[in-house]
């Protein structure tokens, strides 16, 4: 199961904390993390995985692997800036967002456009009209997004293996 943690490259110390508790977590249940492979909630929550025994991959916006932070396992340097969201969400099961800002915000949009499952800690909220849309399902703790994120990631896998577009 590949899991995307996404969230913004600068992140307040509570959204670390949060972003390094979802990498163990991730890990210790033998998740793949993917994300953009930077600082911030990127960092934090690499760090968290590979803490807890884990790999991690990184879709990096510039060309160079060694902008990677030092806890990517497998650095991918891609040289397309922010239209790396769109490979990085399409490469998970699903996608935990943790805070975040436009980048993140994109990285959502995404994920629902794709048919991604997305679950949130302190994310973005969605409304289309003026009435509140309900697209990302929200989590009160680390461990709830990711038994979230892997309950559906495996649904959905699921559901791609009987319709054959897996």
């Known amino acids: 199961m590949i899991i995307a943690v996404v969230g913004a490259s600068q992140c307040t110390p509570r959204e670390a904390e949060i972003a390094e508790a979802i990498g163990r977590e991730l890990a210790r249940r033998g998740a793949i993390l993917i994300c953009g492979g930077r600082g911030g909630v990127m960092e934090a929550a ?17 060309a160079s692997r060694y902008e990677a932070n030092p806890y990517v396992d497998i650095p991918i340097a891609t040289g397309l800036g922010e239209a ?7 490469s998970a099961d699903a996608v935990i967002a ?19 499952p997305v679950v949130g800690l302190g994310t973005w909220e969605l409304s289309k ?7 990302i399902l929200r989590a009160t703790s ?13 649904s959905r896998r699921n559901g791609d293996a009987i319709s054959g577009s897996a």
């Open 129 to 135: 009209g003026g009435l509140s849309v309900d697209a």
């Open 98 to 116: 943790v805070g975040g800002e436009y980048g993140t915000l994109s990285e959502l949009a995404f994920a629902l456009k794709l048919g991604v």
């Open 84 to 90: 790396r969201n769109l490979i990085i969400v399409r």
């Open 142 to 154: 680390p461990v709830e997004a990711v038994e979230q994120a892997l309950a559906l990631g495996r």
């Open 46 to 62: 690499c760090r968290g995985a590979k803490a807890g025994g884990g790999q991690t991959v990184g879709i990096l916006p510039g």
